[in-house]
């Protein structure tokens, strides 16, 4: 089964340029997850979608960063126009809370991140 | 501020030795996990405690949790090189879903 995965995997661009990244859960994985670790810092939510739908978006940090999850399956993470401070890992997870047999599983699968530097 | 905070930040040891690594957080909480990242890849779930219990065991691994103290530990027995890595634990708070609150990590070295 193939796991979450990420592009670009690194993505070089200048201040005040468009990035967009992308996320493919787990198939069959409801919640989606979008994560960042900004240089020396720890790993901070941005973001979970259930399905399509936005559960929670207050560790987006300002307007500029847009996520969408069209349909349900993959999701995309644009920062429109990019900061220096926008540079980090963009990590994206998924799961499915609950497993068939009903038990809460809670366990986060983690793609490999995609590198953002803003120069 | 952050949920979860660790200790030590580093930590190197000898192949052989055990590891052990805490995390302290602020709210209550559902329960805990621990993660590990090796060098430039992706976070990788280890162990899940919930709140009710008090310790666990997967393998090598050793995860206690104390809600009195708001405090956990995972111990690596019988380390190994390939145990190098970033290890973090992360919270899920009782109001939160399944949103993760992350430690800064503890940067393990094993040494052959």
């Known amino acids: 089964e193939a796991g979450v995965t990420q592009f670009p995997s690194h993505s070089v661009i200048e201040k005040g340029q468009t990035v967009t990244l992308r996320c493919d859960p787990i198939?069959?994985?409801?919640?989606l997850y979008w994560y960042r670790r900004v240089m020396g810092k720890e790993i901070k939510f941005l973001l979970h979608?259930?399905?399509?739908?936005?559960?929670?978006e207050s560790g987006m940090p300002n307007n500029r960063f847009l996520a969408e999850r069209t349909g349900g399956t993959y999701s995309t993470l644009k920062v429109q126009p990019a900061e220096l401070e926008d540079s980090g890992v963009y990590f994206c997870?998924?799961?499915?809370?609950?497993?068939?047999?009903?038990?809460?599983?809670?366990?986060?699968?983690f793609g490999e991140g995609s590198r953002l530097t803003v120069l | 501020s952050q949920q979860g905070e660790e200790d030590p930040q580093a930590l190197s040891i000898q192949e052989g030795e055990n590891a052990t690594m805490n995390c302290s957080y602020k709210?209550?909480?559902?329960?805990l996990q621990w993660y590990r990242q090796n060098s430039g890849r992706g976070l990788v779930h280890l162990i899940l405690i919930r709140s009710n219990e008090r310790e666990k065991h997967s393998g090598r691994l050793r995860v206690t949790l104390d809600t009195s103290k708001k405090s956990s530990s995972l111990l690596i027995t019988a380390s190994r090189a390939a145990d190098t890595a970033s290890y973090f634990c992360a919270t899920v708070g009782r109001n939160a879903g399944n949103m993760l609150t992350f430690g800064g990590g503890t940067r393990l070295m094993v040494k052959p």
């Open positions: 997870a998924s799961s499915q809370e609950r497993s068939r047999q009903g038990a809460y599983t809670g366990e986060l699968f």
């Open positions: 198939s069959g994985h409801d919640n």
């Open positions: 979608f259930v399905k399509e739908s936005k559960q929670d």
């Open positions: 709210t209550s909480i559902n329960n």
